[in-house]
């Protein structure tokens, strides 16, 4: 370790003193030199300001720095070098924090030692710190002044911030309220003028704020209230507050609003809230007109007329309400008007919505149920007023009623009526057009499905009269169908009847052509015309039928045929090729599992059921290879494969499946393995013919053997003789033969 680490491990941070506490100052000490950390931790590491000690941090770089940062975004005070990892390393971190991280508040002291790369007065000038000090003039009281004055700075600062952002959220809070409020609220002078206005003002009057700002309110007023207005003024330029008050002001349309008013004085100024109480003022003058001559009214109107007072209790019903109700007023005078005609379900709702909103309640057509004396229910349509004295307290309430029971019936049924027609023609995948006006059929309405199937809009045909021209170009094809179409359909329209189906190619908006089965319908409200599309069937058809074609050839040609087995209905269905496999007249046999059974042979028919009952009952797929007897007498092999198919609840619907004959390939099986056969017998018995030949020759062999070795034997006892004569053998090659042979024995 060398002598600097020695130095700088003696000031190195101390992790357990003054860790993350929330009363202590937080120093981040910014530079790449280890020994500048000492240094600055030594003349710090006791320093306490205002009661606080100094938490110090350290960072080598930027990077670490920003890091420093974001682990504790409350450091109050950055001690920073300017040359690190880059010249401007330091003031790149000035802007960082000012800028992106726009953060004010923060103190930062450049500490370089090499002002070249940061003169005093360009940083001073350029970037936001709030300090400079040198490496070699730095002592330790210096930095001491230096961070104590900083984090004096940064304290002043952020309760600066506080107090300017709780003054923001105050100021903020009272416009919202100013702003946001149902009332109509204002700030006006003793003069008369407005000076400030929130927007419940242009909803009320209908002039834009714009335009009342700076205007003389008293310009607004009703005539016959300026002299109360005035008044109320006077009071105010007293310094006396108007806590209640009415006046009417005029709206943009020549009308006039009640205005309720609860008005203080300061100063000059008058800040006022007032409410608009047109429709209570209405209600008041209306209810003293219909005081005069409800007595009249309870007795004559055909209406239920029912009073209550404010708990709610029966003080009167009119006769038409004994009427219906089957109840006399001595009967239910007194009695709680909830408990006695309202369904046990509502009572106790519907009387705590009463007695909570007595003071005002103005309800108009609400339907509501009432149990009248034989238990029945009958819907009522009422209409309620609170009744009130002159001085609008509230007395109890006026209820006039209409028995609805039957209309809401009608009603109901008619909505839900309404209701399946549209949902059906909108969803419908006819092509519908309604129309009025009898044959000329003037279009009322197009569905969705006509326009996407023809591309025509109501507006491309509002008559049948542009319809025909459009959707059949070609002029004989067109007077052929017109003529037939106006004919039934003048037929209908008389009779209230329909038409039997037209079908006809239409020519769509873009050219393509559509086969059309166009049927008609005459209501006394409106004329139905409505299309199907056979287009996609018709080519459908065709190519099922091809389709079809081709399956019962590569059926017949492969011996292959399909079938269906209903488990639910216990039908079976059988393509042609199995009723050929079967040998049966489809037309004259009714193909069932019974009957398909019986066609099996019966050494195989147990084996054939109970392989495909397994099948169903494991929910296997089903393969058998058995035997079908014939009513000649003849064999045949089938192979058969299927799967069954089931419900959500595992309960088997069908079984579809296939049933090849494979009769030749079991008649070419069976020549093939007779062949074998026969070849193994041919085989066997050449096999026992060749070895005696092998036998024989075998005894052949030794016997020329011997006489060759008798031979041999002679030559060799010539050649020992004339040996003995003093002669030249004449027989070479028999000593050589007779080496050979014995070597072969050996």
Excluded at 159 to 175: M, P, V
Excluded at 360 to 387: C, F, L
Excluded at 393 to 407: C, H
Excluded at 643 to 648: F, L, M, R
């Amino acid at each position: 370790m060398s002598k600097q680490d020695d130095f700088s491990s003696l000031f190195a941070p101390e992790a357990a003193k003054a860790e993350g506490g929330a009363d202590v100052w937080k120093v981040l000490m910014v530079d790449d030199e280890p020994d500048i950390h000492a240094v600055i931790r030594l003349a710090l590491q006791d320093v306490v300001i205002e009661g606080r000690p100094l938490q110090l941090l350290d960072a080598k770089s930027g990077e670490e720095t920003k890091a420093r940062l974001n682990e504790h975004p409350d450091i109050a005070l950055i001690l920073l070098d300017v040359v690190m990892e880059t010249e401007r390393a330091g003031l790149d971190l000035v802007r960082y924090i000012r800028k992106e991280l726009n953060n004010r508040t923060i103190q930062i002291v450049l500490v370089t030692g090499q002002p070249g790369y940061a003169p005093q007065r360009e940083v001073i000038q350029d970037f936001e710190i709030d300090g400079y000090r040198l490496k070699s003039e730095l002592s330790a009281d210096k930095l001491f002044v230096t961070v104590y004055a900083a984090l004096r700075t940064h304290n002043a600062l952020l309760e600066l911030k506080n107090e300017h952002e709780l003054l923001e959220s105050k100021t903020t809070e009272l416009d919202l309220f100013f702003t946001s409020a149902l009332d109509l609220f204002c700030i006006a002078n003793t003069d008369g003028y407005f000076l400030k206005l929130n927007s419940e003002w242009e909803n009320t009057l209908g002039y834009p704020i714009e335009e009342l700002m700076g205007r003389k309110f008293l310009d607004l007023i009703h005539p016959d209230d300026l002299e109360g207005t005035l008044g109320a003024i006077s009071e105010l330029s007293d310094q006396n507050p108007v806590l209640s008050f009415s006046n009417r002001y005029r709206h943009k349309d020549g009308s006039y609003r009640w205005l309720e008013w609860r008005s203080f004085p300061r100063g000059d100024k008058i800040y006022a809230a007032a409410r608009n109480v047109t429709e209570k003022k209405r209600l008041e003058a209306q209810l003293r007109d219909e005081r005069d001559f409800a007595e009249n009214v309870l007795k004559t109107a055909p209406s239920i007329i029912v009073v209550l007072d404010k708990q709610g209790c029966v003080e009167r019903i009119n006769p038409y309400m004994e009427e219906i109700s089957g109840y006399t007023l001595a009967e239910v005078k007194g009695k709680d008007w909830f408990t006695t005609f309202l369904p046990k379900a509502n009572q106790e709702k519907t009387k705590a919505l009463f007695l909570q909103s007595i003071n005002d309640i103005s309800v108009h057509g609400n339907i509501d149920t009432i149990i009248i004396r034989s238990g029945e229910e009958r819907s009522i349509e009422w209409y309620d007023k609170t009744i009130k004295d002159n001085e609008g307290n509230s007395l109890g309430l006026l209820a006039i009623g209409q028995d609805v029971t039957e209309r809401e019936k009608s009603d109901e049924e008619l909505r839900e009526a309404n209701r399946r027609f549209k949902g059906m023609t909108e969803a419908s995948p006819l092509a519908i057009y309604m129309s009025t006006a009898g044959v000329e059929q003037v279009g009322e309405y197009i569905n969705p499905a006509f326009i996407k199937l023809f591309g025509y809009t109501l507006e491309d045909v509002p008559t049948v009269a542009e319809w025909w021209p459009r959707a059949y170009p070609d002029e004989a094809y067109r007077k052929q169908i017109t003529s037939d179409w106006k004919e039934k359909i003048a037929k209908a329209i008389e009779e209230k009847s329909d038409i039997e189906p037209i079908e006809a190619v239409v020519t769509c908006k873009d050219g393509s052509e559509k086969i059309i089965s166009w049927g008609f319908i005459s209501t006394d409200q409106v004329d139905c015309s409505f299309g199907l599309d056979l287009t996609d069937v018709r080519k459908a058809n065709e190519v099922l039928r091809q389709s079809e074609r081709r399956l019962a050839e590569a059926q017949r040609l492969a011996h292959l045929g399909n079938w269906r087995l209903d488990l639910v209905n216990d039908k079976l269905e059988w393509s042609d090729e199995v009723f050929r496999i079967f040998e049966v007249d489809k037309d004259h046999f009714q193909a069932s599992y019974g009957n398909f059974l019986e066609f099996i042979h019966p050494d195989d028919r147990e084996e054939v059921d109970h392989a495909y009952t397994e099948s169903v009952k494991n929910m296997q797929p089903y393969e058998i290879t058995h035997r079908l007897l014939m009513k000649d007498g003849r064999i045949k092999y089938v192979i058969e494969h299927s799967e069954t198919h089931y419900d959500a609840m595992n309960k088997p619907l069908y079984s579809i499946g296939t049933i090849h004959d494979i009769t030749e390939i079991k008649q070419a099986e069976e020549q093939l393995n007779e062949l074998n056969r026969n070849l193994e017998r041919r085989v066997e018995e050449r096999t026992k013919e060749l070895f005696e030949t092998n036998r024989r020759l075998e005894g052949f062999n030794e016997m020329l053997a011997d006489r060759e070795m008798r031979v041999i034997e002679i030559k060799q006892e010539v050649n020992r003789l004339r040996r003995e004569l003093g002669q030249e053998p004449i027989y070479g090659e028999t000593e050589a033969v007779l080496k050979k042979n014995e070597e072969d024995k050996r």
